[in-house]
């Protein structure tokens, strides 16, 4: 059987100890068994990626952001919040802000890109609950940003 981290290497990924925040607020914060993400921006080893779906971005592109975001998400509750992928019980909820057009309608599709991720790496632990939806613009200009509500061991 495969371990969290085993499965996140199959997609190309490793967990990368986070940058501090830029501004006032603490990536993770727990309470009793709940830890709370704040909001990822989708970005790399190269910077944030940027974009607006509907215009100079399409469901794959920003599928593969959304996915970037899963991956900073676990990486902050294991740098920041010191938790073990292993001690995650459930992803209990995703928020996904997709940058968009007001004529873009596919942000679920773009949330797929995180949704499946988290199930691939965590098998039923992540499967979750999620609301995704569009806004004019996100921090930086990147192109999606994800919280998340986790449940831990």
Sequence with gaps: M??????????????????????????????????YVSGQISANEQGVVEGKLGDNM????????????????????????????????????LTVLV?????????????NGASNLLVGVLGDKGKHARAAFGVAALPLGAAVEIEAVVEVE
């Design 58 to 93: 399409n469901v794959v592109q920003g599928g593969n952001a959304a996915e970037l975001c899963a991956v900073k998400i676990l990486s902050e509750l294991v740098y920041t919040g010191g938790i073990e992928l292993t001690s995650i019980k459930r992803v209990l909820k």
């Design 2 to 35: 495969s371990t969290p981290n085993e499965k996140l290497r199959e997609y190309g990924y490793e967990l990368v100890r986070p940058k501090p925040p830029v501004a006032s607020y603490v990536p993770v914060v727990r309470s009793g068994n709940i830890a």
């Design 99 to 111: 940058s968009s057009t007001p004529e873009f309608t596919e942000h679920h599709l773009v949330a």
